[in-house]
């Protein structure tokens, strides 16, 4: 598709039920690789960064079973190797979360980098230097990150600059690590404090998410459990600035309000 033509001027009128939101579910789906046992996922988004996610999950074999719901059900039992291709991962950077999973729970994990060539980013640098920090072994060859370590070791890593993703990796990273591990200047977002709560349900024990200072207290091994995905928010706000901006009448069902209070306060202040 090479453009969008919107005709306007028509009120948007009726009800509509949010979805799973994307950027919380892709981060799930890579925390399901740290459990022994299976886990089930709900309220995933059809979206094609998902579909690339399970195709990942599955490439490393992975058990991945989808039913007609979008609840997916994934079983690490099986995986066969602990690699993430550059042919995904260029795709759909997010892919870089399974890298702390993988890591810490198999001992290993070769990783293409986003670009597939030199580090640059800054986000991937403070992805690979929060995991050295942990004990991690960690070489950039051919395009790859290749990791190792026997078990990573808890420690108090200082973030240089707020990244959801750098957090997510590292939180999921420090769940299985030996001691405490404390993430300061961590991300904060509704996303991240989802992917905490997911994690808590597989027994991880996690403080903090939601604020810039995430205390974790490493596990040996975590379980199976079932567990929703939060709303989209953005999806969310989008339909409801919609509705106020077509002077229409728009429901929105199965969200989050206290996700919202920013979009609220802006249509009220707005006259909606």
């Known amino acids: 598709m090479d453009k969008l033509q919107i005709r306007g001027g028509t009120p948007l009128e009726g009800e509509v039920r949010i979805s799973g939101a994307k950027n919380a579910a892709l981060p799930i789906l890579a925390g399901t690789l740290l459990a022994e046992g299976t886990v089930s996922v709900g309220n995933v988004p059809h979206l094609q960064d998902v579909t690339t996610m399970i195709e990942l999950l599955g490439r490393m074999g992975v058990s991945v079973t989808i039913d007609d719901k979008m609840r997916v059900e994934v079983d690490a039992a099986t995986i066969n190797e602990c690699v993430a291709p550059y042919e995904l991962v260029r795709t759909m ?83 299985l690590a030996e001691g405490e591990t404390i993430i300061e200047n961590a991300a904060r977002e509704p996303e991240v404090v989802d992917l905490a709560n997911f994690l808590i349900g597989m027994g991880a024990k996690i403080h903090g998410a939601g604020s810039d200072r995430i205390v974790v ?6 379980w199976g459990t079932s567990y929703d995905v939060l709303p989209d928010r953005i999806e969310s706000g989008t339909y409801l600035v919609a509705g106020a901006i077509t002077r229409g009448h728009v429901r929105i069902k199965g969200t989050r309000p206290d996700h919202l209070d920013a979009v609220l306060a802006k249509l009220r202040e707005a006259g909606a």
């Open 93 to 175: 950077r997010a892919s870089i979360v399974v890298l702390g999973p993988l890591l810490a729970r198999f001992g290993q994990a070769d990783v293409s980098l986003p670009g597939g060539c030199a580090i640059g980013a800054r986000p991937v640098n403070i992805h690979v230097d929060g995991l050295r920090a942990l004990g991690a072994d960690i070489s950039i060859e051919n395009g790859y990150i290749r990791a190792r370590a026997d078990r990573l070791v808890g420690t108090r890593l200082v973030l240089d600059t707020v990244t959801v993703t750098g957090t997510e990796n590292l939180l999921m990273a420090a769940t």
């Open 217 to 222: 207290e490493g596990v040996k091994r975590l």
